[in-house]
């Protein structure tokens, strides 16, 4: 991909160096049902990852597990140099900090304007005085293109500019890595194109992003590695000029020919 931003790269600091996001062994159940069943996989930092996989092959468990959302029993995950140990709720909560995500459904307090729906968390979570919540949420406004509609209420909105509502949200802890969970599946087909400019955009200011999507032509043009998951393991990974010309294993083919 071309970026504006320098390319993807391992984290330097305190003279080590290390993935933004290094995930080793994961493995998730719910109940019997082995959701993951070993993930690798280290993220750069500035990199864009596209996840996809057939429904079921645990890529929204994956990224939940990466923002703390889900606990897993056997592996590593590190995120920005800090360990996670399975089953440790107040590392979790800790991580989730630095760790964005947005969601199919767009989850705005419907009570609130989209002003204070993005304001919420840097005052309350960062304690941010209210004019410099209310300065940041205003220029994010206006980076996701919806600089008019800060005293608007969400239903007053489309399902695009919620989303996008939504997006300037998780950007408002300035977070490390943004994770999107199928964020246009939800919308009518003609609002998904604005969302994923948003996106788009953020991938070319440097944004490290990790999506799981559908939108294939997007995970093409955006990513800079694609993750193809299948049941529960990373089966294939690699840059989306090799992953979708050049499958190299029967499942992922299977998977690439019933998408078309
Ligand atoms: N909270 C839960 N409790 C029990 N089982 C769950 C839970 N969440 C997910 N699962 C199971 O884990 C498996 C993987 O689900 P997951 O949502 O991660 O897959 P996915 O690849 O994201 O699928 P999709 O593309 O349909 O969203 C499924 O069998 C699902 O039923």
Same mark, same amino acid.
């Given at each position: 991909?071309?970026?504006?931003?320098?390319?993807?790269?391992?984290?330097?600091?305190?003279?080590?160096?290390?993935?933004?996001?290094?995930?080793?062994?994961?493995?998730?159940?719910?109940?019997?049902?082995?959701?993951?069943?070993?993930?690798?996989?280290?993220?750069?930092?500035?990199?864009?990852?596209?996840?996809?996989?057939?429904?079921?092959?645990?890529?929204?468990?994956?990224?939940?597990?990466?923002?703390?959302? !889900?606990?897993?029993?056997?592996?590593?995950?590190?995120?920005?140099?800090?360990?996670?140990?399975?089953?440790?709720?107040?590392?979790?909560?800790?991580?989730?900090?630095?760790?964005?995500?947005?969601? #199919?459904?767009?989850?705005?307090?419907?009570?609130?304007?989209?002003?204070?729906?993005?304001?919420?968390?840097?005052?309350?979570?960062?304690?941010?005085?209210?004019?410099?919540?209310?300065?940041?949420?205003?220029?994010?406004?206006?980076?996701?293109?919806?600089?008019?509609?800060?005293?608007?209420?969400?239903?007053?909105?489309?399902?695009?500019?919620? #989303?996008?509502?939504?997006?300037?949200?998780?950007?408002?802890? !300035?977070?490390?890595?943004?994770?999107?969970? =199928?964020?246009?599946?939800?919308?009518?087909?003609?609002?998904?194109? =604005?969302?994923?400019?948003?996106?788009?955009?953020?991938?070319?200011?440097?944004?490290?992003?990790?999506?799981?999507?559908?939108?294939?032509?997007?995970?093409?043009?955006?990513?800079?590695?694609?993750?193809?998951?299948?049941?529960?393991?990373?089966?294939?990974?690699?840059?989306?000029? #090799?992953?979708?010309?050049?499958?190299?294993?029967?499942?992922?083919?299977?998977?690439?020919?019933?998408?078309?």
């Amino acid at each position: 991909m071309t970026t504006t931003a320098p390319a993807a790269s391992p984290h330097a600091a305190n003279g080590l160096v290390y993935p933004l996001v290094s995930i080793q062994g994961l493995r998730k159940s719910y109940g019997a049902n082995e959701v993951l069943k070993g993930v690798d996989l280290d993220v750069n930092r500035r990199e864009v990852i596209a996840i996809i996989g057939k429904s079921g092959s645990g890529k929204s468990t994956l990224l939940r597990c990466i923002n703390g959302l !889900e606990t897993f029993q056997h592996g590593s995950l590190t995120v920005h140099g800090q360990p996670l140990k399975a089953g440790d709720a107040a590392a979790m909560r800790e991580l989730r900090k630095g760790v964005g995500m947005i969601f #199919q459904s767009f989850n705005l307090f419907p009570h609130l304007s989209v002003g204070r729906n993005i304001m919420l968390a840097p005052s309350l979570v960062m304690n941010l005085p209210k004019d410099e919540a209310r300065k940041r949420a205003e220029k994010l406004l206006s980076r996701v293109g919806l600089a008019d509609k800060f005293d608007s209420m969400p239903e007053q909105l489309s399902g695009g500019q919620q #989303q996008r509502v939504a997006i300037a949200r998780a950007l408002a802890m !300035e977070p490390e890595v943004l994770l999107c969970d =199928e964020i246009t599946s939800a919308l009518d087909p003609e609002l998904v194109g =604005e969302v994923l400019h948003v996106v788009e955009g953020l991938a070319l200011q440097g944004m490290t992003i990790i999506m799981v999507t559908h939108e294939m032509n997007f995970a093409r043009k955006v990513s800079d590695r694609v993750v193809f998951m299948h049941q529960g393991k990373v089966h294939e990974v690699g840059a989306p000029e #090799q992953v979708f010309g050049n499958p190299a294993t029967p499942e992922l083919q299977q998977f690439l020919s019933a998408m078309h």
